[in-house]
């Protein structure tokens, strides 16, 4: 029963008046005539309107008006689900944010990642002409260092330089650790190294990598390896100073084992590869031990023509060398390829018949300090100690000088030197 039903009911029994009725209900005579005829129904809003005239307060300070249209309410279930809805996306937009906030967040700055790069050009330069150890130790503190951002959170980008510099770092300890006599330490820097440039997709460090392994190897007993390494690194190595360094490793390596077609056909593609544009080079940007100058390629020759026993070409080659580097930047200066370019001369000059000469270039090899004997010059003494036992120069007194200079000449211990240092 509605409110119209109840009203007219009161007034036919209780003989209420409509003026009564409108007075008990606060209703005005016309509304209440509306309800009992059903033309309207009692709503939320009339009550309160009802409520408000009961009170006498003046239209214009009622929210709604009689007579205006309501604005009807969202049924319940619509106003929960769209409630839900905005829950959601307030939820997925602070989700955002928060992985906003985690990936543009990093633990290496421009600058840190600059500084890194200063550094170890600063050490691949220095290695060339200043005492290993003291470097060594240098190259593992920034190389940890590397490892450990490596090990946080930064940016891809960041990463990708991050593994740029820990494979580099890798490199330099691998040339090391070969100076040293440690050639098994050396190739595990070597491993390390491909994988940084693997990670950071870097093909010029692979390179790099790849012919530092055959570089290793060629002075190993294991030395005909260098030639299978070669060949991978070859197809790796950018035209410029990569390419014309494999080239030569190449050639030398070939030399070494006997194949002397091979080690011609080398040295064809070195020229080859000098006269090729070079390309961008990031690892070469880091200078020093990283770069294949003139001076180093005519070192390289050098030892490549007396290894073939062609002893002018090897004379003239190491000659170029050892002058070049004499003239050249202090910095540029590598005492260990000028040492070994030395031990050509040397030995060019007692199979020329010229032991005179010899025993100069010998005592520029006598003069380097001991922390700068690296164990190739090592390698190069024992082979010139078997030349001297030769059957053909026995007798001859230079020869004999010569022997007596060179018996117990010591190169750096790998061993006990990195012991030392610890």
């Known amino acids: 029963m509605d409110f119209g039903q109840v009203s007219r009911l009161l007034r036919q029994h209780a003989k209420l008046r409509q003026d009564d009725l409108a007075r008990l209900t606060g209703l005005s005579q016309g509304y209440l005539s509306q309800l009992e005829s059903g033309a309207r129904r009692l709503t939320r809003l009339d009550k309160t309107q009802a409520f408000l005239d009961a009170l006498d307060v003046p239209v214009e300070l009622r929210p709604l008006a009689p007579g205006s249209t309501p604005v ?8 929960e689900e769209a409630e839900h809805l905005r829950s959601l996306a307030t939820g997925a937009a602070q989700s955002s944010n928060a992985f906003a906030e985690f990936i543009s967040s990093s633990n290496v700055s421009t600058d840190e990642l600059e500084q890194f790069g200063f550094t170890l050009a600063r050490i691949a330069t220095n290695y060339v002409h200043a005492p290993l150890l003291p470097l060594f130790n240098e ?39 070969q100076n040293l006599g440690e050639q098994t330490s050396a190739m595990a820097q070597i491993r390390t190294a491909r994988l940084c440039a693997e990670q950071a997709d870097h093909t010029g460090l692979r390179a790099w990598a790849a012919g530092t392994a055959a570089l290793i190897t060629e002075w190993s007993p294991q030395n005909r390896m ?19 360094r494999i080239a030569a490793i190449e050639a030398r390596a070939a030399a070494r084992i006997g194949d002397h077609e091979l080690a011609l ?89 010229d032991p005179e000469g ?42 004999g000088q010569l022997a ?13 030197a990195l012991r030392s240092e610890r």
Do not use: W
């Open 72 to 79: 009807r309410e969202a049924p319940q279930p619509e106003r």
């Open 139 to 177: 190259l593992v503190a920034v190389r940890d260092e590397l490892f450990g951002r490596l090990q946080g959170r930064q940016r891809p980008q960041q990463s990708r330089e991050l593994f740029m510099l820990a494979g580099t770092a890798c490199l330099l300890l691998a040339h090391a650790s």
């Open 226 to 244: 260098s030639l299978k390494l070669t060949e991978h690194a070859a197809q790796l190595a950018p035209a410029g100073e990569a390419r014309i």
């Open 265 to 353: 056909a080398a040295i064809d593609r070195m020229r080859q590869a000098r006269e090729e544009t070079p390309l961008h080079d990031e690892v070469e940007q880091f200078g020093g031990l990283l770069t294949f100058p003139l001076a180093k390629q005519d070192y390289y020759l050098g030892g490549t023509y007396t290894l073939l026993g062609k002893y002018e070409e090897a004379h003239r080659h190491a000659t170029a060398a050892i002058a070049a580097y004499r003239s050249g930047p202090r910095e540029e200066r590598s005492y260990g390829d000028e040492a070994l370019a030395h031990i050509d001369l040397i030995t060019a000059g007692i199979l020329q018949g």
């Open 358 to 399: 010899a025993t100069t270039a010998l005592q520029h090899v006598l003069d380097l300090p001991p922390q700068m004997r690296i164990r190739q010059l090592g390698n190069a003494m024992d082979r010139l100690r078997n030349l001297m036992r030769r059957t053909d120069l026995k007798g001859n007194r230079t020869i």
């Open 404 to 416: 007596d200079l060179i018996h117990g000449y010591q190169v750096i211990d790998g061993t006990a």
